[in-house]
Every structure is written in structure tokens, then in C-alpha cells.
């Protein structure tokens, strides 16, 4: 069994040719923006954050789904849009550059992953390599899937084999720490643009919540009204794992509330989610007002305790964050306090990446693209000019 860690995980580039709008032929997005810690001649580098900015229709979900799909077909059920097999005839790629160390020996890869056909969609040359991942070693790993089941391409080699038996041996294992930090495998968390915010019905049991277990993909539609999907689970079971620890070591439930409640009650210090009630099974939010469940907090305060703990308790060391439409039930004094949190996320651990698409363009401002931030490296694409 060949023992494989990655670290510095850097998605660099995605291509699409015959997918939703992009039917003009390939069509590549490089992942890069200016690394403000850098020496002015090596500003260049893959981005942690990351704006495409396009009217509807104009192809931003498309990415974000052609993303998702990618890594989906890495999960133990496929799932995504190529899990049946090639979408409408379309190809898709993504590139992606980390550090590899294989049996102990380490070196820098560039891992191309596509679908569609036999062959890599872009069939790199030394060049290419030396440019997105500075480097010679490539791992190509071509996926089909049929349903049920994934079938590796002809046009895969030896390192994307290791890649993909490392990432089978590690399917469905339970987060034990949250920030990623016992896991290394690398997971996309998508959150679609319609991810509905629904308090949960009524439940009497302690259950694992659900995609609990490590899968490269996982998508958050919805958060409630089924049990297993909602956030109200999500803290009973880190108290339930925590009251099952004799001495409380199991600090998640404590680390989680401590994260999100100074994110999204900075400016009201009466205010906090405490621990679950052990006997009810419930959340509570404290306020000055007294006590009131997960279900009284505001549409933005909700949605914006989807993202945070969703992202804390299923990230790993290497995680792609992706968020459709990341304005959707903020408003703007909420949509300021998303960024910083995300932004504090990005500088703690630096092989995450965060990739958000918008058709409001007031976000410019709000992401402000152009001021140099310590630990981030901003990037962005406008797709359709026609939208300013």
C-alpha cells in the first residue's frame, strides 16, 4: 500500500469545452491573483480567494458545478453532474498543484483531473507545468462514471492511480478534530445558490449527521428540515461526542461556538448560541430577552451559521470552498461580516481556497480587489463584459 500526504493544495486552473454556456469550444480560467507577500517579481500565484463575477446565464454556476462534479466523481457514490457518465457530450479539467510526499520522498505534482474523454482535455507541455505549478511531474487522472461506479480513463498514468487509491482508503472516515486538522485528503464544499435555510421538524434521537464520513464532494442545498441535514444536528452530535468523552476532551462543540459566535454576534455581546441541552436535544440562543431556539435567529444570522460551521466541521487540510451567488439572504452589513470570517479562515490555513461567483456588482467594494490584504491572494474573471 503506497503511503501518500499532500499539503499546499492549490487548485490552478479549470477548462470546459461544450458545457452549459461555453459551447464556443475550450475555454480556460486560471486560478491566480497577486501575492501581496511576495517579492514584486514573484507576485504571481494560485489565488485562496477567488470572484467570478457574471450575469445569470453567462456561465459562473457552471463552473462551480463543473468543480463539484470533478471531485464528485472521487466520492464513494459518484455524485455531480458527470456521475452518469459525459454531460451532454461536454470535457472538463481541473489542475491542480500541491506538495507530494510518496513513500517518503517529496516533490512538487501538478494533477490534472478531467472527464469526457480519453485523453486530458489539455494535453500540458513542459511549459504549461513549469507555469501553473513550477514544476516537471504531472499525475493525470481521467474519470467516468456510469451511476453507480467510477471507471478510470486510458489517458491516466501512474501517479493519478496513487492518487486515487490514497483517496479510496481514507472514503467515509469521521472527522475527528474540526479546521481540517485530521484529515488530509482534499474535499470541495459546495454551497449552491439555492441552499434553503429551514429550521428542522422535531426529532427524539441522537443521530450522526449526515456526509459525516470524508467524501471528496460534498453539496449543502439545504440545511433542514430533515434532521440529518440540518445545523441544530450537527451541534447535538459534537455534544453528544463531547459528553462521551469522560474527561470533555473532545473540545469541537466548545472551538465551533467560540469561531461563529464572535463572527456573527461581534457587535451584540448579549448574544450567543450555547452548548446543546443534553436532555432536550436542542440548541439555544441567548439573549438578553432569554433564551430562544436556533429557529428565532435571523435569515442572515442563519445562513451565515450554515456556512461557517459547515466549512469548521467537514473542511480538511486541503479544501476548495465554493459558494453560488454568496450574496443570497445577506444583506450588506452581513455579507461584510462573511468576509472577515472567511478571510481569517484563509490566513489560519492556507490551503484553503475560496472560490464565490456574484452578478451584484456592489460586492466589488465589498471584496475590494485592488487593496492588499496580509495572507491573501485575490484573484477574479468577468465572463460576460457586457454586465457593467
Not at 487522472?141 to 501512474?158: A, F, H, K, M
Not at 438578553?288 to 467537514?314: D, K, N, V
Request: charged share 25%.
Amino acid at each position: 500500500m503506497t503511503n501518500l500526504i499532500l499539503a499546499d493544495w492549490h487548485m490552478v486552473r479549470v477548462t470546459v469545452d461544450g458545457l452549459g454556456p461555453f459551447r464556443q469550444g475550450k475555454q480556460s480560467f486560471e486560478i491566480f491573483g497577486a501575492d501581496t507577500d511576495a517579492p514584486e517579481s514573484e507576485s504571481r500565484a494560485p489565488a485562496n480567494i477567488y470572484m467570478l463575477l457574471a450575469a445569470n446565464g453567462f456561465g459562473k454556476t457552471t463552473l462551480l458545478e463543473t468543480i463539484y462534479g470533478l471531485y464528485g466523481l472521487l466520492n464513494d457514490r459518484p455524485s455531480g453532474r458527470f456521475a452518469e457518465g459525459f454531460y451532454n457530450s461536454g470535457a472538463a479539467q481541473l489542475d491542480i498543484v500541491s506538495h507530494w510526499t510518496v513513500d517518503g520522498r517529496s516533490e512538487t505534482v501538478l494533477l490534472s483531473i478531467w472527464t469526457g474523454a480519453e485523453e486530458p482535455v489539455d494535453n500540458l507541455s513542459e511549459d504549461d507545468l513549469d507555469r501553473l505549478g513550477s514544476t516537471t511531474v504531472w499525475a493525470k487522472l481521467g474519470l467516468s462514471g456510469n451511476g453507480s461506479s467510477v471507471e478510470r480513463l486510458s489517458g491516466t498514468n501512474e501517479l493519478g492511480i496513487v492518487f486515487h487509491e490514497a483517496i479510496k482508503q481514507h472514503l467515509n472516515e469521521p472527522p475527528t478534530k474540526l479546521f481540517g486538522n485530521s484529515q488530509s485528503m482534499p474535499t470541495v464544499l459546495y454551497f449552491p445558490a439555492d441552499r434553503r435555510v429551514v429550521a428542522p421538524v422535531r426529532h427524539e434521537a441522537v443521530t450522526r449527521p449526515d456526509n459525516w464520513g470524508y467524501q471528496p464532494a460534498v453539496n449543502f442545498s439545504s440545511d433542514g428540515p430533515e434532521w440529518g441535514k440540518s445545523i441544530d444536528n450537527v451541534l447535538v452530535w459534537l455534544e453528544w461526542l463531547a459528553a462521551r468523552d469522560v474527561d470533555d476532551i473532545d473540545r469541537r462543540i466548545n472551538d465551533l461556538l467560540a469561531f461563529v459566535n464572535d463572527l456573527i454576534f461581534r457587535d451584540s455581546p448579549d448574544k450567543a448560541i450555547l452548548r446543546p441541552d443534553r436532555e432536550e436535544l436542542r440548541s439555544y440562543v441567548k439573549t438578553r430577552f432569554g433564551l430562544h431556539p436556533l429557529s428565532a435567529l435571523s435569515h442572515g444570522e442563519r445562513a451565515l451559521l450554515q456556512i461557517l460551521a459547515r466549512i469548521l466541521t467537514h473542511m480538511t487540510s486541503n479544501t476548495v470552498v465554493l459558494i453560488d451567488e454568496i450574496e443570497i439572504h445577506l444583506h450588506v452589513r452581513w455579507m461584510d461580516r462573511m468576509f472577515e470570517a472567511l478571510k481569517e479562515l484563509l490566513r489560519s490555513y492556507p490551503a484553503v481556497t475560496l472560490i464565490f461567483t456574484t452578478h451584484n456588482l456592489a460586492l466589488i467594494d465589498t471584496y475590494r480587489f485592488e487593496t492588499k490584504e496580509r495572507g491573501l491572494v485575490k484573484g477574479g474573471y468577468l465572463i460576460e463584459a457586457d454586465i457593467l
